[in-house]
């Protein structure tokens, strides 16, 4: 359906929600559209409803590249507790804060479902630093801190030329996402 141009679409929540829970469905649903619409799925390389939308993604054949904090792939599994299941893992050494930035400014899409501090974390870094280009996707009802980000938004007071959508359905907030995002990458190439 978009396929004619590949998208990086990143998909971030919490790794301590179990993938076979409603919101775990919810994040395999969501990494499923990634790949049928043709987009490669970026997450932190970890557990929960990341690797839900990881499997997701490659239910459908898709491309799914994992940013890990680790410098190699016994940390990943032996520090942080993480298993190599995405197709490509991108080792940055750089701690979970340090992956997180490099995860969402890979992203011309940011999914984010549930999630906790660390998932708030990618997200300001969504708002605060990606260009006008970009968008960021909350799923609401998910769980976490995904209710509260448009009102810490409205409490941050700060403008930027962030995107951000908000649905309670995959299905409608991923068709949304890609709409909003494939002008400006179409202006882009």
């Known amino acids: 359906m978009f396929a004619e141009n590949l998208l990086n679409v990143a998909v971030l929540g919490s790794a ?4 076979s829970s409603p919101n775990g469905r919810k994040a395999f649903l969501i990494g499923k559209l990634i790949a049928e619409a043709g987009g490669a799925l970026f997450t932190g390389a970890c557990l929960g409803l990341p690797y839900a939308a990881v499997l997701g993604a490659k239910s459908a054949g898709g491309m ?9 792939g016994r940390e990943h599994q032996e520090r942080y507790g993480y298993h190599l299941e995405s197709g490509v893992t ?29 998932t ?7 708002h605060d630093e990606l260009d006008s280009g970009c968008v960021s996707a909350v799923l609401t ?15 941050a007071g700060k403008s930027t030329k962030a995107r951000v959508l908000f649905d309670a359905q995959p299905e409608k907030l991923m068709e949304a996402a890609f709409a909003a995002v494939r002008p ?6």
């Open 120 to 126: 708030l974390n990618e997200f300001t870094i969504a």
């Open 64 to 72: 799914t590249i994992g940013v890990s904090p680790a410098t190699n």
């Open 90 to 118: 991108l080792f940055t050494g750089m701690g979970k804060k340090g992956r997180n930035i490099i995860l969402v400014r890979s992203a011309e899409v940011c999914v984010f479902v549930g999630g906790a501090i660390g």
């Open 184 to 189: 400006f990458k179409a202006a882009r190439e």
């Open 16 to 19: 301590g929600v179990d993938e």
């Open 141 to 155: 009802g998910s769980g976490g801190l995904s209710d509260t980000y448009g009102l810490i938004m409205e409490r």
